[in-house]
């Protein structure tokens, strides 16, 4: 199994955002549950998308398989044997029989957008 990771700074971004609200709201001597529970939960939820962020991979590749984490609760799998790449500035194109998705290849890390086009064409070459 062959992993591809997203962009590491937004997921960072959010983290740092969930602490400082963490941080203004453990400050606080006065205490508001209506205004500082809900600074509360969104630090909390900050915390948890960023560090799913930095710790699941966009992609992974097993066998014909290529699994795309859109977001926590939603992933795509792609069978590459029953669809077609179409590389298109800065978007994947695969289309199936009855679907097509469009992967913005800009989430990618820049280091690793040429290796996972090289693995993606060479299973399908191995399909073929």
Do not use: C, H
């Not at 992993?3 to 001597?29: C, E, N, Q």
């Not at 809900?38 to 066998?63: D, E, N, Y």
């Not at 280091?111 to 064409?121: G, H, K, P, T």
């Amino acid at each position: 199994m062959v992993t591809y990771k997203r962009k590491p700074w937004t997921s960072l971004g959010l983290v740092v955002l969930g602490i400082l609200f963490l941080l203004d709201v453990a400050r606080d001597t006065d205490l508001s549950l209506l205004y500082d529970g809900v600074k509360l939960l969104v630090g909390v939820v900050q915390i948890g998308i960023g560090s799913w962020g930095l710790l699941t991979p966009l992609v992974s590749l097993r066998g014909s398989q290529l699994t795309i984490y859109e977001s926590a609760f939603s992933s795509r799998t792609i069978d590459l044997s029953r669809t077609e790449l179409v590389v298109e500035g800065n978007y994947l194109l695969f289309s199936g029989e009855t679907e097509q998705y469009t992967f913005p290849f800009s989430q990618l890390q820049k280091s690793r957008r040429s290796d996972f086009l090289l693995s993606i064409r060479l299973q399908a070459l191995k399909l073929a």
